[in-house]
Structures are given as C-alpha cells and as structure tokens.
C-alpha cells in the first residue's frame, strides 16, 4: 500500500546552518511531490514542488531533491532561521495526496 | 485573493451531536480537499470535491460523515452523532488544477 515516511521525527539546528529533513516513499506511481510548513495552530503551507520528471529544484533557501532509485525525498533549508521552526510535512501524489507524520524543526539562535 | 477559508474554527460539540464544516475555495479553484489531522500525525485525505461531484471519497469513513460542494455556496463537511474520536483538526485545500493545493487555517472540533 501506500506509505510515505520520515526518517527523523525531530531535527534541532543552529541559526545560520542548513538543514536536511529527509523522506522515504514506497508508491512508484507516485507523479508528484509537495513539501509543506505547518506553524502551530495553522494550516500547511505550501513549500515546494518537484515532479518525478526531476531532481532537484530550486526555490528561495530551498531545494528539493528527489532520488527515485530508492524512492528518496530530501528538502535542504539554507541558512536557517528561527521563522523556519515549525513541522515540515512531505506529501506524494498519485491518485491522491498522501502526508507523512512530520519532521519537527527547532532552530535555536 | 483572499486565501481558503474555514469556519468556525473551533467547534465544541457534545457526543452525538451533529457538526457542520465549512470551506469557502479560492477564487478561480474547482477542487476541494478535506484532510483529517490528530495531534502529532499528518494529514489523511478524506475527500475530494469538485462542483457538485465527490470524486474520490475513499478517505472518509462509511458512516455519519458526507461531504457537499454545491453549485453556489462553501463546501460542507458534515459529522453526524459526533463521538470523542472525531475530535481533530479539519482541514480544507483547494486548487485550480489537480497540482498545488492551497490550505485554510482548519477547524478544530473537540468531543466533549
């Protein structure tokens, strides 16, 4: 069946340094995959995207990479801030939208 | 572009009451979401939602919870005869296409 899970569940980081929250998958029909932020008592938001015709992908201080051979999900945070604490989420799509639990990130100044 | 939006959010009801979710889309998006979500868990889809169409409701339970999204007006979801393993945040999502689904602040339903 389908799963999608986190390696870590909590991450703490130091102010300034990049952070890795890493995810596994196991549906290889998945098409598509979101990492979201979620702040306490909030709705996620949406981070970015990557299509399972790419790699990597780019945004501002982030970048997704996505390794099919071993159906491996990695979101990499630059520079990290205490405004990135919050509980990252990635999500794959086949048919429909499936959450792992979460990775918490702490960022002490 | 006023994000999606969820009313109320917080709702109190008691075992075997009935409680009503509300999900107003963003402008311009066809597709509606709704997510289940306990403390410390992610996200599970529930249902999914286009006007006047369930598409996939294979998240939701068979009994006392149905989903709506009328021609005019917010999506519902609807709990009947509500028991404390309801309690949960709701959430809704929204989209244009099949892709980037935006997220509303959620409802927070407790059982009492």
């Known amino acids: 069946g389908e799963s999608v899970g986190l390696h870590l569940p909590t991450l703490s980081v130091q102010e300034g340094d990049n952070s890795i929250i890493n995810c596994a998958y196991s549906?290889?029909?998945?098409?598509?995959f979101i990492w979201y932020k979620q702040e306490s008592g909030k709705g996620p938001q949406f981070i970015i995207d990557i299509r399972s015709n790419m790699d990597k992908r780019q945004g501002q201080r982030v970048t997704v990479l996505l390794n099919k051979t071993v159906k491996h999900l990695s979101l990499q945070i630059a520079a990290t801030q205490p405004g990135d604490s919050a509980v990252y989420f990635c999500a794959e799509r086949s048919e429909k939208l499936v959450f792992g639990k979460g990775t918490k990130l702490t960022v002490n100044p | 572009n006023a994000g999606v939006m969820q009313n109320p959010r917080h709702l109190v009801r008691r075992r075997g009451q009935e409680a009503r979710l509300r999900c107003s889309p963003m402008?311009?998006?066809?597709?509606v979401y709704w997510y289940r979500q306990l403390p410390e868990e992610g996200l599970k889809f529930m249902v999914y939602?286009?006007?006047?169409?369930?598409?996939?409701e294979s998240g939701m339970p068979k009994e006392r919870f149905s989903a709506e999204f009328p021609k005019e007006g917010p999506s519902i979801l609807r709990i009947q005869q509500v028991v404390r393993g309801d309690s949960a945040a709701y959430f809704c999502?929204?989209?244009?296409?099949?892709?980037?689904?935006?997220f509303g602040p959620g409802t927070r339903l407790t059982v009492t």
């Open positions: 999502a929204s989209s244009y296409d099949r892709d980037e689904q935006y």
């Open positions: 939602l286009q006007k006047e169409n369930i598409i996939d």
């Open positions: 549906n290889s029909a998945s098409d598509y």
């Open positions: 402008k311009g998006h066809s597709h």
